[in-house]
T-cell receptor
């Protein structure tokens, strides 16, 4: 069974700080997606990374796909209260099945 | 209405009740999905429909019965549920089937089974 482990499970930091959350697996994925889910809403796709080693930036968010396409990280610079939410990673395997991690619940304190 | 809508947003039901969840997408997409989101578990894909035809059933118990009358509407009929079925049920749609395209999620129905 393919699993995606996300760490940490919970993170609470002050506004203005930097943070990194991780998504790890022992399996190779053809692509990996990051979603943010706010309370009372469904997940919203932030980015898809496809190539090993790929780095994508979305304003203060930097996403990286591992060279071996087994892991990914999300780095947030100067976190703001609006970044609060559940961050989910999802890997697409070679059977075109999508597998989600349990998520990292992020809380930014003003 | 825009995007993907779901009704009701909250539902409390007894184990002997019959209820239905409704999902409607206003995006002109051809594929629709039901997911289950439980606390402490990853998001689980339940059913997939493409052009109204079911293409995937991920070993979901028969007490969950999906229905897709057209590409814009998706229902999940619930019957004799168990307390462990309490969860957030999310509907999603995408332009085409498969994971290469973006899935758009609705806000979910928070289901509590007593």
């Amino acid at each position: 069974t393919q699993l995606l482990e996300q760490s940490p499970q919970f993170l609470s930091i002050q506004e203005g700080e930097n943070l990194t959350v991780y998504c790890n697996s022992s399996s190779v994925f053809s692509s990996l997606q990051w979603y943010r889910q706010e309370p009372g809403e469904g997940p919203v796709l932030l980015v898809t990374v496809v190539t090993g080693g790929e780095v994508k930036k979305l304003k203060r968010l930097t996403f990286q796909f591992g060279d071996a396409r087994k892991d990914s990280s999300l780095h947030i610079t100067a976190a703001q209260p609006g970044d609060t939410g559940l961050y989910l990673c999802a890997g697409v395997n070679r059977d075109d099945k999508i597998i989600f991690g349990k998520g990292t619940r992020l809380h930014i304190l003003p | 209405e825009t995007g993907v809508t779901q009704t009701p947003r909250h539902l409390v039901m007894g184990m002997t009740n019959k209820k239905s969840l409704k999902c409607e997408q206003h995006l002109g997409h051809n594929a629709m999905y039901w997911y289950k989101q439980s606390a402490k578990k990853p998001l689980e894909l339940m059913f997939v429909y493409n052009f109204k035809e079911q293409t995937e059933n991920n070993s979901v118990p028969s007490r969950f019965s999906p229905e897709c009358p057209n590409s814009s509407h998706l229902f999940l009929h619930l019957h004799t549920l168990q307390p462990e079925d309490s969860a957030l049920y999310l509907c999603a749609s995408s332009q085409t089937l498969g994971t290469s395209g973006e899935q758009f999620f609705g806000p979910g129905t928070r289901l509590t089974v007593l």
